[in-house]
């Protein structure tokens, strides 16, 4: 497999990113990122519970960069070995992933790679979804937007805290709870100021990506992508090597 020694090299190291990207969020997740405090809004007869986040750790961020710049090589080092089956030497061979239909670029992109190969290309690219709207679930997409994201600025992080129960709050009084996400405040009618002294049981989700850019992706999401790139696409690529 020569051909696909040095994608899947990257992919490969792809990984290991991967798995230091897991590492680190169960590092975090078990340092008890989630700290309570209590007080009360006497003007407005509310009990408050703040809850308060750690910042998540710079150097995920940056991992999670070089995960997605290996995933992404990989595919234009792909590109460029199979051009190479043709060229001696190809120049300006990039793997295309496009939202909308442009057989300009993809002809400019793939000059040297066989026909068959092409057409395989073109079947992957995130327009060829039989709804439009569906481009931003493409993996493929996700993972250029968010390597595109990565090359300007490094990828942002979030948190998403899920409140599931609450331990001592009698389930007739749930209707009374307000919440404020973005805050982190939790308020009842001061009179449930009792039940409120055990902790909710609480759940934390590190979110990657950039709402306003269309994409948000948590550790599931990441590990999609590279199970789709290293899984599915580049063995349909290997009977052009044999």
Same mark, same amino acid.
């Given at each position: 497999?020569?051909?696909?020694?040095?994608?899947?090299?990257?992919?490969?190291?792809?990984?290991?990113?991967?798995?230091?990207?897991?590492?680190?969020?169960?590092?975090?997740?078990?340092?008890?990122?989630?700290?309570?405090?209590?007080?009360?809004?006497?003007?407005?007869?509310?009990?408050?519970?703040?809850?308060?986040?750690?910042?998540?750790?710079?150097?995920?961020?940056?991992?999670?960069?070089?995960?997605?710049?290996?995933?992404?090589?990989?595919?234009?080092?792909?590109?460029?070995?199979?051009?190479?089956?043709?060229?001696?030497?190809?120049?300006?061979?990039?793997?295309?992933?496009?939202?909308?239909?442009?057989?300009?670029?993809?002809?400019?992109?793939?000059?040297?790679?066989?026909?068959?190969?092409?057409?395989?290309?073109?079947?992957?690219?995130?327009?060829?979804?039989?709804?439009?709207?569906?481009?931003?679930?493409?993996?493929?997409?996700?993972?250029?937007?968010?390597?595109?994201?990565?090359?300007?600025?490094?990828?942002?992080?979030?948190?998403?805290?899920?409140?599931?129960?609450?331990?001592?709050? =009698?389930?007739?009084? $749930?209707?009374? !709870?307000?919440? +404020?996400?973005?805050? *982190? /405040?939790?308020?009842?009618?001061?009179? %449930?100021?009792?039940?409120?002294?055990?902790? =909710?049981?609480?759940? $934390?989700?590190? !979110?990657?990506? +950039?709402?306003?850019? *269309? /994409?948000?992706?948590?550790?599931?999401? %990441?590990?999609?992508?590279?199970?789709?790139?290293?899984?599915?696409? $580049?063995?349909?690529?290997?009977?052009?090597?044999?």
């Amino acid at each position: 497999m020569p051909g696909l020694a040095d994608p899947y090299l990257k992919t490969a190291r792809a990984k290991e990113h991967l798995s230091e990207i897991q590492d680190r969020l169960h590092a975090f997740l078990d340092s008890k990122p989630i700290t309570i405090t209590h007080e009360d809004d006497l003007e407005n007869q509310r009990h408050l519970v703040r809850l308060n986040v750690k910042d998540i750790p710079e150097k995920i961020a940056l991992v999670v960069g070089d995960f997605l710049y290996c995933l992404r090589s990989s595919l234009d080092q792909l590109l460029w070995a199979l051009a190479h089956t043709t060229k001696p030497y190809p120049r300006n061979t990039q793997f295309p992933i496009l939202e909308e239909r442009d057989d300009k670029r993809i002809n400019e992109w793939t000059r040297g790679v066989p026909e068959a190969a092409v057409a395989i290309i073109k079947s992957l690219q995130p327009y060829t979804g039989q709804d439009p709207t569906a481009v931003g679930s493409h993996l493929l997409w996700r993972l250029n937007l968010m390597c595109n994201i990565d090359k300007h600025r490094r990828v942002p992080t979030d948190k998403n805290v899920t409140i599931t129960q609450f331990p001592d709050l =009698p389930r007739q009084h $749930l209707g009374l !709870i307000d919440y +404020d996400h973005d805050a *982190g /405040i939790i308020s009842v009618p001061i009179f %449930l100021k009792s039940s409120m002294r055990s902790a =909710p049981t609480a759940s $934390l989700n590190v !979110i990657f990506g +950039d709402s306003h850019e *269309g /994409i948000e992706c948590d550790i599931k999401g %990441l590990e999609a992508i590279y199970e789709f790139v290293a899984d599915a696409v $580049l063995p349909k690529f290997l009977p052009f090597f044999g």
